[in-house]
């Protein structure tokens, strides 16, 4: 199945007046630094931007899961999860770190008690936080300046990760297969806005640059939900060639050329064109598990995050090619340049 040619006109048209590499919040890239998410290790990791050696590490309240990044990089958020997995938390977490990125230092943490296991953390671009709760079944609400918790919205579902666009509008919950409905969440009115069935349950969850849409990772096919957000209804599919299970993670390159897949149960990294993600597609082998995606400024190299051997591979996107590949510690959840 082929995606719904509407989806791609509406990407067209964005990368007709170019992506500005600040437009996706939630995906950023940078200079300055890079910071990995080193879940199995129980570490957070800082690392030279250039020359991908290890600068530092440091540990936070708990075991770190996920990561998002203020919109002036200056403060990435680390969720406290549990020491679990999904479906299976024995002790669930209930804070999120505050890491200075300048010094690389803790600077804080938020207590969301009595909510459990934050885990998907977005932004917006007013600077306004996000969690998506999955034992608590709620999307947290929060403003890192007053460290606080401003609403708690129900999802009905076990949200898992997120998707918030940047203005603030609305949030797109996935809820594995707790509930096979994406959550559509009225961030203003607090409130569930609609579901977008998802037969199979949902894995990842990232929305479109401009935010026209958003894309559902279906849980067990190798296919990617489109979901319109103006209707919040699903306008077409993207198969993913050569793969066979369920898929884990994409993300947009910020100059918008590029969408890239991760196939974490085949260990591939599938890279479609953005603007016609219809047409022909280029496969990637990475290390195990591939799942953290991350780019540098110039869209050209991407780094992928191996959660299965806490290897990172560098990608060439003008060769298709792994570079290089380098151990950055036992199992790397979420990466990213800022």
Known sequence: MKLARVCCLGLLALSTNGFAKDLDVNNPTGAQGLIM????????????????????????????????????????????????????????????????????????????????????????????LYASCDLSRKLLVIDPGKRSVLAAI??????????????GSKAYVANKDDRRFVTVIDIPNRRIAGKVAMPNGTQGITASPN??????????????????????????????????????????????????????????????????????????????????????PDSRTALIGNHGDGSVDVVDLDTMKVTRNFKAGTGIEALSFF
């Open 211 to 296: 935010g026209k849409q958003v894309l559902a990772l279906d849980l067990t096919e190798p296919k990617i939900a489109v979901i319109d957000t103006a209707t919040d209804r699903v306008i077409g599919h993207i198969a993913i060639d050569g793969a066979t299970k369920g898929l884990w993670r994409a993300r947009y390159s910020p100059d918008g050329k590029h969408l890239l897949v991760a196939s974490s149960a085949e260990n591939n990294l599938h890279v479609l064109d953005a603007r016609r993600p219809d047409g022909q597609q280029q496969v990637v082998k990475t290390g195990r598990t591939p799942f953290g995606i991350a780019f540098t």
């Open 154 to 167: 129900d999802t009905d579902g076990t949200g898992h990760w997120a998707a918030v666009l940047a203005d």
């Open 37 to 128: 998410i080193d879940k199995l290790g129980g570490y957070v990791r800082f690392f030279d931007p250039s020359s991908l050696a290890e600068l530092s590490s440091l540990t936070i309240v708990g075991t770190p899961h996920e990561l998002a990044i203020s919109p002036d990089h200056k403060v990435a958020y680390v969720p406290d999860y549990g020491d679990g997995v999904y479906g299976r938390n024995p002790k669930p977490g209930h804070s999120i770190a505050m890491i200075d990125l300048a010094s690389r230092k803790v600077i804080d943490t938020i207590d969301v008690s009595p909510h459990q296991a934050p885990h998907g953390l977005q932004v917006d671009a007013n600077g306004l």
